[in-house]
Structure formats: C-alpha cells, structure tokens
C-alpha cells in the first residue's frame, strides 16, 4: 500500500486519531461531502470518504473498451478485517490479454481512508504503470497520481516522447488546483513521470470532485495507451521491459512506506504477503534479482538492506521538471 514511494512522509503520523468536530461522508454514487458539527474543537475527525465510486468508474471505462476478467488474486483476497476490529481492507483485482493486473485497494476506518489502484502490464508491452494512492485523515488529504515510467527518463527520450510529450495538458489543467506537494526525495524521483501530481490539500467538496475528474482523465489516459501499444515481437525488448518492470516492483515491496501501517492494522506476516503478493505481484516472478542487486548502494556492511528512508540524492521541495515535461532538477 502506497501514498509515495519516498515522499519523506509517513503515513503513521497521520494514523494518530484526532480531537473531532466535524463528520465528513459521500455517497456511493456522487461525491457530495457533508459536514455535521460534532463539538467545538477546531480539529476534524474523518467518519467516511469513500472512494468506492474512483475504482467502480475506472473499471467502467475499462470494460467499455476491453474485456476484463478477474484475477487468480481476487479469489484469494477480496476482504480482511484489521487487527483492532474496526479496519476494513477491500482488494479489486482484474486481467486482460495485455494488462497483468489491474488492482485496488481500500482501507478505511473512522479516523482515515486509503486507496491504491495500479495496472501493470504484460512484459510484451511496455506502457507505463498506472498509480493512484490517496490517503485522507482528518486534518489532510496527501495524494500521488501518476503514470509511473515502466524505463527510465532522462531529458527527451524516445520513451518520453512516445507516452509523455503529447498528454502534457492533462497535468497543467490540474497543477493550479493541486500544486507541488512538497520535499520528494531524489531516490525515488527516477519512478515518477512529468505527468505526476503529488500534493497536499485539506478536505472539501471542490478538491474532491477535482480529484475524482483528474483520477479519471490520468486513468483514461493510460487506458488509451493500453489499447493501442503493439506487442513488443523483439525477445531481448520484453525481457527489457520484464527487468524494468520487475526493478519497479523489487523497489516498491521493499520501500513502500504503507508497510508501517498495513503492520500495525494486520501484522508482520500479513502486511508482507499483501505488499509482495497483492500490491506489488511480480515481484517474486517476474524475476530472482534481489534489492541489493538493483540497488547496491543501499547494502550494509553486514550485507542487509539499509532501510533508512532517504540515504542519497537531493530532496525536491519543488517540481524538478519544466512545463514541457524536461527534468529539470
């Protein structure tokens, strides 16, 4: 489960529950916020955002366009309960002859809500990976949005400018109403995309129902971008695209930051087979390279992986990139 891969902030922080006043709910089929006064404290307290109705569109648009069916993951989790009683964990998870997986999940309890919806593809393709992870708790709402690059950047591409270069518009009709999010370390800035939205924002109806239009204008996007990528036929490419694929996810299982949380909602045990099985699946097939091996600089001397949370590069405290989508550090 994911907000960022290292935005420098931990979601733990915000899992402390606060004073409350105020009840913020939607329904299932429109975004309509209310708020209800519960007492005279200046803090909020999040009762229910649900973001039941972002995956439901999202697999609407999908099944206008492909044919989805579940996958072998959605038997196995469909629901769990947290270990405190009160945490409900909801998982979508769906395939295609070209997407691998297309999953959801959502947390909610009375004092937050998190969803994480991502598509990986077949390794015959190499489309960019969808990324939606949102987490909204009582005083903020942090949310990372994001056709995360399947290969690396650098200034212009041949990859850039076949997925990038042309659906610009997409992130300068957002970027007013969410703008830069804040410090994003430079370790993790190498997965991340022109297109990416990170921001902070407090809760209300207009921030929402902009958030659900640019949640579904990116998905869009990438949808499109699925339907007309061609099989790669070049052996060595998928293997490429396979590696890429496969460093993305070895990355993510071992440096997500959800992990603090998804171990103190379901335990150790569990919140490990959630983010290598489900979240991050692949990781142990699509390939037998190990962290350390993608990325030896983070190994100590007694040969374990460093887990600290930022151990190289700069931090961005703003956007590293111009208006034409150039890294500009």
Same mark, same amino acid.
């Given at each position: 489960?994911?907000?960022?891969? &290292? ?26 916020? +209310? ?11 999040? @009762?229910?955002?649900? =973001? ?26 469909? @629901? ?32 937050? /809500? ?42 212009? +591409?041949? =990859? #850039? ?37 990170? +921001? ?44 890429? /694929? ?47 091996? =993608?990325?030896?600089?983070? /190994?100590?001397?007694?040969? +374990? ?11 961005? &405290? ?7 989508? #150039?890294?500009?550090?």
């Amino acid at each position: 489960m994911a907000l960022s891969m &290292e935005s420098g902030f931990s979601i733990g922080s915000c899992f402390k529950a606060p004073n409350p006043p105020v009840l913020i709910s939607a329904s299932p089929k429109k975004i309509n916020f +209310t708020l209800r006064r519960r007492s005279k404290s200046l803090l909020f307290r999040v @009762s229910a955002v649900s =973001y039941k109705e972002f995956a439901e569109s999202a697999l609407e648009e999908t099944r206008k366009r492909i044919v989805l069916e579940p996958s072998h993951l959605q038997e196995k989790y469909s @629901s769990m309960t947290g270990l405190d009683g009160k945490t409900e964990l909801r998982m979508l998870a769906f395939k295609s002859s070209k997407i691998r997986l297309l999953r959801s999940m959502a947390i909610e309890n009375e004092t937050m /809500q998190v969803f994480d919806f991502a598509g990986f593809m077949e390794p015959e393709y190499d489309t960019p990976i969808f990324c939606a992870n949102f987490f909204t708790s009582a005083n903020v709402n942090i949310v990372v949005l994001d056709l995360n690059p399947l290969h690396q950047l650098t200034d212009q +591409t041949d =990859y #850039q400018e076949k997925y990038y270069n042309k659906i610009m518009s997409i992130y300068h009709k957002y970027a007013e109403t969410f703008p830069w999010g804040g410090k994003l370390t430079g370790e993790s800035i190498k997965f991340f995309s022109p297109l990416v939205m990170w +921001t902070r924002f407090s809760s209300s109806q207009e921030k929402h129902k902009a958030l659900f239009s640019a949640f579904l204008e990116y998905y869009q996007a990438w949808l499109e971008m699925t339907i007309q990528v061609r099989e790669e036929m070049e052996p060595s490419q998928v293997r490429a695209n396979c590696e890429a /694929q496969h460093k993305y996810l070895t990355w993510r299982a071992q440096k997500d930051p959800g992990h603090g949380l998804l171990k103190r909602l379901v335990g150790e045990e569990k919140a490990m087979e959630l983010l290598r099985d489900f979240l991050f699946n692949g990781v142990d097939e699509l390939g037998t390279k190990t962290f350390i091996d =993608y990325f030896p600089e983070y /190994q100590t001397e007694d040969g +374990t992986v460093n887990d600290k949370r930022s151990i190289i590069g700069k931090s961005y &405290e703003t956007r590293p990139w111009d208006l034409t989508g #150039q890294f500009i550090g």
